[in-house]
Nanobody, 126 residues
Framework: VQLQASGGGLVQAGGSLTLSCAVS????????VGWCRQAPGRQRELVAR?????????AASVKERFTITRDSANAKNMVYLHMNNLKPEDTAAYYC???????????????????WGQGTQVTVSS
């Protein structure tokens, strides 16, 4: 599985950006998609997670401002992070993440694995 993230950039505080993540490759099914971020000198943190079954999860710092969506129609797999009312503290490298299953015997789900995309930088100026 390969993930290609894009959409980062420089934006003023209060502005908006949408990050995109294209998912390609061979797998049985997706268990969850998500976005994490890492600012310089800080640990990588979860921003948003969308399980195939279950509730959405958002970091407290981005609730009501960020929205994760997924588009799997027409044989494409895209994951988006819509970011509104951006703040300087949102500045970080953003990484998309997919938890998926390999294809097992008889097309059943096999091993669960995690794949990360390359980071896309978001910089919010004050």
């Amino acid at each position: 599985v390969q993930l290609q993230a894009s959409g980062g950039g420089l934006v003023q505080a209060g502005g908006s950006l949408t990050l995109s993540c294209a998912v390609s490759g061979s797998f049985h099914s997706i268990d969850a998609v998500g976005w994490c971020r890492q600012a310089p000198g800080r640990q990588r943190e979860l921003v948003a997670r969308m399980p195939t079954e279950g509730d959405l999860v958002y970091a407290a710092s981005v609730k009501e401002r960020f929205t994760i969506t997924r588009d799997s129609a027409n044989a494409k797999n895209m994951v988006y992070l819509h970011m509104n009312n951006l703040k300087p503290e949102d500045t970080a490298a953003y990484y998309c993440k997919v938890d998926a299953f390999t294809t097992g015997k008889g097309w059943s789900p096999g091993r669960r694995f995690t794949t990360w995309g390359q980071g896309t930088q978001v910089t919010v100026s004050s």
